[in-house]
């Protein structure tokens, strides 16, 4: 532990006094193009490198699906250690690091069981930056020094260019290629956390089972179950939307540029993030996501053409950006500072860690039988969500 301080302390020095507006912007949009370049490699392309190791689908689709459930422990775990310890900044550089080493281990493996194993561990490392970071960045927003929707739509930029480059580049040099990529980005976003704020919260930190105090909070869980549920309908294009598109006969580079063209929406949607959040609330952000996810779920099963993915892609503004702004936007108005980064890691434990594990795991399984219907199990997800939002503005 003595190593690892004498590793954060020259770069933890920021304090909320010191820190100006154009530095906490900058140094955020920073992490968020660093974090999102890496994972612009990993999500269109990591069932792709596997399947090419000798996986099928469903083994693939069980490895990804793994992390999102081990996610629920290590995700929450570490949320509860950064508000009980205050120290947010220095739980972020370990999981960058842990999850860079992590990440040197699991190209080198060959088979299923190891790579399920490791996956399984630096998989749900991985994914926890995010929450992680999400509840720094409320905590900068609250003092006035980050605009959140602003510095967000960096890492939608940087997932952008670093999926339709990288599908450029495996269609030139094979999906051999994909180990390189991963390992220099993962490094990228080691070096992004350094600068980022070490802001304390004014008030004790909390003991270890304060989180509970969240389910005491009114209203909390609805919306929380909702917004995990748009989350989760992902699942199938997270876990088979790349196999299934090179099934159909859609090219390396052209599935690049379809992963960018629903964060390019998304860009646009953060673009304007603050307005709809005046406009259109925390609720009529989450019912855009409810219908933009019925509609999107229910076409992509049916037999289209390749233009109308296109149009497809960009409802991802809806299901994706406008849940994700909701949701943050919910936690900052709702939940104390001192139990942010514990409402962030729960909301995404059941978010992008259960449920969204749940919903890997069966579009993988029934993704042989179902082919592109699959589709529709997730539009169902998008319908429920609805469903709760709806009792809950009855209550």
């Not at 699906?65 to 205050?86: E, H, Q, R, Y």
């Not at 550089?93 to 069981?113: D, H, I, K, P």
């Not at 939307?241 to 929406?265: C, D, P, R, Y």
Request: aromatic share 12%.
């Amino acid at each position: 532990m003595a190593i690892f301080g004498c590793l954060v302390w020259p770069f933890s020095m920021t304090s909320s006094s010191s820190l100006s507006k154009p530095r906490g912007q900058t140094v955020f949009s920073g992490f968020f193009f660093a974090y999102f370049a890496c994972y612009g490699v990993v999500l269109p392309f990591l069932p792709y490198w596997m399947v090419s190791r000798g996986l099928d689908a469903q083994q693939a689709a069980l490895i990804l699906s793994s992390a999102f459930i081990s996610k629920v422990v290590f995700g929450l775990g570490v949320g509860m250690l950064a508000d009980a310890t205050g120290h947010k900044k220095r739980w972020i550089l370990a999981l960058s690091v842990v999850t860079l080493l992590g990440f040197s281990v699991f190209v080198q493996v060959q088979t299923f069981w190891p790579m399920l194993l490791t996956w399984f561990v630096v998989g749900a490392l991985q994914t926890s930056h995010i929450p992680m970071v999400d509840g720094l960045a409320i905590a900068t927003a609250r003092i006035g020094k980050l605009n959140y929707s602003s510095a967000r739509l960096w890492g939608s930029v940087a997932f952008i260019v670093s999926s339709t480059l990288s599908g450029l580049y495996i269609a030139a040099y094979t999906i051999e290629a994909f180990p390189a990529l991963l390992l220099v980005l993962a490094a990228v976003v080691v070096v992004s956390v350094l600068p980022l704020p070490d802001l304390r919260s004014q008030s004790k930190p909390q003991r270890k089972l304060a989180f509970l105090e969240l389910f005491k909070l009114p209203g909390f869980m609805p919306v929380v179950v909702a917004g995990a549920l748009l989350q989760a309908s992902h699942g199938a294009v997270y876990a088979i939307g790349t196999l299934h598109w090179l099934n159909m006969g859609i090219s390396e580079s052209v599935i690049g540029l379809l992963w960018a063209q629903g964060v390019v929406a998304e860009v646009v949607l953060f673009a304007f993030g603050l307005w709809l959040m005046r406009t259109m609330g925390v609720r009529g952000l989450l019912w855009l996501a409810v219908v933009g996810g019925s509609i999107r779920w229910i076409v992509m099963a049916l037999p289209i053409d390749i233009g109308w993915l296109f149009v497809l892609q960009m409802l991802h503004a809806f299901t994706f950006a406008a849940t994700h702004l909701a949701m943050t936007q919910f936690i900052s108005q709702k939940v104390p500072d001192q139990l942010t980064a514990s409402a962030q890691t729960f909301y995404d434990a059941l978010a992008m860690g259960a449920f969204m594990g749940v919903t890997m795991t069966l579009a993988g399984s029934f993704y042989g039988i179902l082919e592109g219907h699959v589709y529709w199990l997730m539009a169902l997800l998008s319908i429920t969500a609805g469903l709760v939002l709806s009792r809950s503005n009855s209550h």
